[in-house]
C-alpha cells in the first residue's frame, strides 16, 4: 500500500545526516518567534479567551488587542532586559493599526518575518490566485515600511494549500515556519526545480497549544521552555553523538503579555539566557542564512 505523499522531501532520520554546527562552534540555536496580530472586528477568525458570543464578540476581540496595546509592550522590555533577538511574525496589517510596535523592534534590529495579511484568515483556504494576492499583498505592506523584502514566512494558523512552498520561493522567500516535523532545517522541492527551507518552527512549545488548547498554566509553560532546552542543550553535547539543533519559542503578545504570564515567561527566559556562551541566541532569519551556506547544504 503507497501512502499519499507531499513529495517535498525524503525521510532523513536525524543521526544519519551529515554534521554540523552554528556560528562558533555552537550546537543550540534557539530564537523567539514573537506573532504580532491584528484581527478583523465583528468578523473572521481568532483565538478565544472563552466560548465567544454572536459577532461581536467584543470579549475575545478586546482580550487579543489587549497584547498590542500593553502586552508587547511589557515583553519588548523584558527582551531589551536579557538582551535577546526576536524575529517578529508580523501580520501586514498591524502597520496601519499600531506602526509603533514594529518600529520598536525595528530600532533594536530585529528580523521582520512576514505573518500573512491578517489572523482572522486563512490562507490555506484560498484558491491559488488569491494566496498568490495574499502572499504579494503582505510582501509589498513590509517592503514599504521595512525596506526590503522578508526573506522568511509564516502562514496565518499555520495554514498551507498545497502550492505555498512554490508561491512563496516564485516570490522571493528563502525559507518558512510552517512544518514543525524536525529539529534541524529541511530542503523542500518547489515545481520550479528549486526548493525552499524549512526553519523549524514550535507546535508545542508554543504558547497558543499550550495554553490555549491544553490550558498549560503560566508556570506550567515556563517550565516546558526551560526543560525543552536544557534537555535539547543534553543532547547536543551528548557524548554519543550529539547532534546540531534549532529550538524555536512561540510567543503571541495577548497570551504571555499577560502580567501573571509574563512573570513565568521571564524566568523561563533568564534561564536561557544564563547559558548566551553555550549556545547561539539568534533569529529564524539568521539559522536560514547560515544553512543555506553550509558546504553540505549544496
Not at 125 to 148: F, K, N, V
Not at 263 to 283: C, N
Request: negative net charge; hydrophobic residues 40%.
Amino acid at each position: 500500500m503507497t501512502l499519499a505523499d507531499h513529495g517535498r522531501f525524503p525521510y532523513s532520520g536525524v543521526g544519519d545526516r551529515p554534521d554540523f554546527t552554528w556560528p562558533g562552534g555552537r550546537r543550540l540555536a534557539v530564537y523567539l518567534g514573537l506573532n504580532l496580530e491584528h484581527f478583523a472586528f465583528g468578523e473572521g477568525l481568532g483565538g478565544q479567551l472563552a466560548p465567544g458570543g454572536p459577532q461581536p464578540d467584543v470579549l475575545n476581540y478586546a482580550w487579543r488587542e489587549y497584547g498590542n496595546r500593553v502586552g508587547v509592550w511589557r515583553m519588548l522590555d523584558a527582551f531589551d532586559a536579557l538582551s535577546m533577538p526576536v524575529s517578529l511574525l508580523v501580520n501586514s496589517t498591524i502597520y496601519d493599526h499600531c506602526p509603533g510596535v514594529v518600529e520598536a523592534f525595528r530600532a533594536r534590529g530585529d528580523e521582520v518575518v512576514a505573518h500573512g495579511r491578517t489572523n482572522a484568515e486563512r490562507q490555506g483556504e484560498l484558491d491559488e490566485a488569491g494566496e498568490s494576492r495574499l502572499i504579494a499583498e503582505t510582501t509589498a505592506a513590509i517592503r514599504a515600511h521595512e525596506g526590503r523584502a522578508p526573506r522568511g514566512w509564516l502562514g496565518p494558523w499555520i495554514s498551507q494549500s498545497r502550492v505555498t512552498p512554490d508561491l512563496l520561493r516564485e516570490q522571493g522567500y528563502t525559507y518558512l515556519l510552517d512544518w514543525c516535523h524536525d529539529d534541524q532545517p529541511t530542503w523542500m522541492s518547489t515545481r520550479d526545480g528549486g526548493r525552499i527551507l524549512a526553519v523549524p518552527y514550535p507546535q508545542e512549545v508554543n504558547d497558543i497549544p499550550a495554553i490555549m488548547v491544553r490550558r498549560a498554566s503560566a508556570e506550567e509553560f515556563a517550565t516546558m521552555i526551560v526543560d525543552n532546552f536544557d534537555e535539547m542543550l543534553e543532547q547536543t553535547a551528548s557524548a554519543s553523538g550529539g547532534r546540531t539543533l534549532v529550538m524555536g519559542i512561540a510567543l503571541h503578545a495577548y497570551l504571555v503579555g499577560q502580567p501573571f504570564r509574563l512573570r513565568h515567561l521571564k524566568r523561563a527566559l533568564a534561564h536561557i539566557a544564563a547559558h548566551r556562551d553555550d549556545v547561539w541566541l539568534t533569529t529564524s532569519g539568521a539559522v536560514a542564512e547560515h544553512f543555506a551556506a553550509l558546504p553540505s547544504a549544496g
